[in-house]
């Protein structure tokens, strides 16, 4: 039997934790971090030789915005001469970690955030000085029952997040039931060293006030109790931005959130990756490159859409997460300028006959299919909330119907275009890359 090519691959972990009180991101009211459940880690894989190599850092943080992304990438560039744009940092999107984003509610921790650029280069850095031969081994299976659509069509012919009432129709959208990885060996029979898991659903299932990486944390150890303690496991954030863990309306003899929860989700997605590293095939092509667009992005425009809602908040009659949310749209809407335009990264990484597809916020499922349909690699993983956050990527059908997700301003701070603009984009750099092997 021939032995598949071999590329160099390092990879490397860092503790990102943020000191205890510490407020948690994720809701609109405060949680002050009084425990820690698990570690966040920055976890890197730098694949190739040279000026070719590129970078995937992925970290357990609810957002990457472009304050964390320019130095990382710079100091990236500037200690191991791997390009910043050949550098791609997503975030995980845990509700159970530090708010990183100017301008929230939620308090943040400045001393944390002037150094954790440094901590998240430091583990790209350590990655790329300890490469060793690698076969690219890529794999692939259907998670069904853990992912559900969050988003509910009403008798109205509106769309709400989750069940409200007996006016329900039913689901408002798809998942994406496709369990991507991607493992790195020093030959085809060996023991993974390094290991890339691509799933799509919120990680919002632990809850609380404690530090926790949440179900990632919990699928890594399942993986290290095959393959060993040093083994690296990123976890990639496909596209969930109307995915949830919660089965709505269905009755299950279990909780739906929490710690159990969170460990029930870790063990089931860590023994299917399991399964799928041991049937994963080398790639025919073992090559590592990166394509990137920068787009020109209209922001939201302030028509009648955000007059009816603005009016709607003024009213005052909304309770629950959408009282949360119109407060929120009321302090902002007199700050959004609907005449910029701001430039929006797209990002997509090529490892073997697997693409990585980058989107700069959270990502609507609908968007994440339609990259994979038209993709030409024979595997295609979206990684939401790479290098910049945007706020939700909503799809048009959910602008016109409302909800959470496609609150203008609020969630959505660009133009409704921008999902289409995204996927588009994608899919000239998937082919591009696909075109250009070395």
Not at 326 to 337: A, C, E, N, P, T
Not at 373 to 395: H, R
Request: glycine fraction near 10%; aromatic fraction near 8%.
């Amino acid at each position: 039997m021939e032995s598949p090519a071999l590329l160099p691959v390092g990879a490397a972990e860092t503790v990102i934790s943020p000191p205890l009180g510490t407020e948690l991101a994720g809701y609109f009211s405060p949680r002050v971090s009084d425990g820690v459940i698990s570690d966040l880690m920055a976890k890197a894989i730098v694949v190739g030789e040279g000026a070719g190599r590129i970078a995937l850092i992925a970290c357990d943080l609810l957002a990457i915005t472009e304050e964390i992304s320019v130095p990382v990438r710079a100091r990236v560039a500037a200690e191991t001469g791997i390009s910043g744009d050949r550098v791609m940092i997503c975030a995980t999107h845990t509700h159970t970690g530090p708010e990183l984003r100017a301008n929230r509610p939620i308090k943040r921790n400045e001393e944390y955030m002037a150094g954790l650029p440094d901590r998240i280069a430091d583990t790209a850095i350590a990655a790329a000085a300890k490469p060793r031969p690698a076969c690219i081994c890529l794999g692939r299976d259907h998670e069904e029952g853990l992912a559900f659509n969050r988003r509910f069509r009403y008798d109205d012919a509106s769309e709400q997040f989750g069940m409200r009432g007996d006016n329900v129709v039913g689901v408002a959208g798809p998942t994406d039931p496709d369990l991507g990885v991607i493992a790195f060996r020093e030959s085809p029979q060996a023991m993974p060293f390094a290991v890339i898991v691509n799933y799509s659903i919120h990680i919002d299932v632990t809850g609380g006030n404690k530090i926790s990486a949440d179900f990632p944390a919990v699928m890594t150890n399942v993986l290290r109790g095959v393959y060993g303690p040093d083994v690296i496991v990123l976890y990639v954030q496909g596209a969930c931005g109307n995915i949830n863990h919660s089965p709505y309306g269905k009755k299950w003899p279990w909780p739906t959130k929490g710690v159990w929860k969170s460990e029930q989700i870790g063990r089931a997605l860590g023994g299917k990756a399991i399964t799928i590293i041991e049937k994963a095939l080398p790639s025919t092509s073992q090559v590592a490159d990166a394509a990137q667009e920068i787009l020109d992005v209209p922001r939201f425009p302030l028509d009648d859409l955000v007059a009816d809602r603005v009016a709607q908040a003024r009213a005052g009659e909304s309770q629950g997460l959408s009282s949360a949310v119109d407060k929120r749209l009321l302090s902002m809407i007199d700050q959004h300028d609907p005449d910029g335009r701001d430039p929006r990264e797209v990002q997509a990484l090529r490892i073997g006959d697997a693409v990585i597809c980058g989107a700069p916020g959270e990502y609507f499922v609908e968007w994440g299919l339609e990259i994979k349909k038209w993709s030409p690699f024979p595997y295609t993983f979206i990684a939401e909330l790479a290098n910049d956050w945007v706020g939700y990527i909503p799809t048009y059908e959910a602008f016109r119907r409302g909800g959470y997700e496609a609150t203008p301003i609020v969630s959505v701070r660009a133009t409704p275009a921008l999902g289409q603009m995204v996927a588009d984009a994608n899919f000239r750099l998937a082919r591009k890359l696909w075109t250009e092997e070395k």
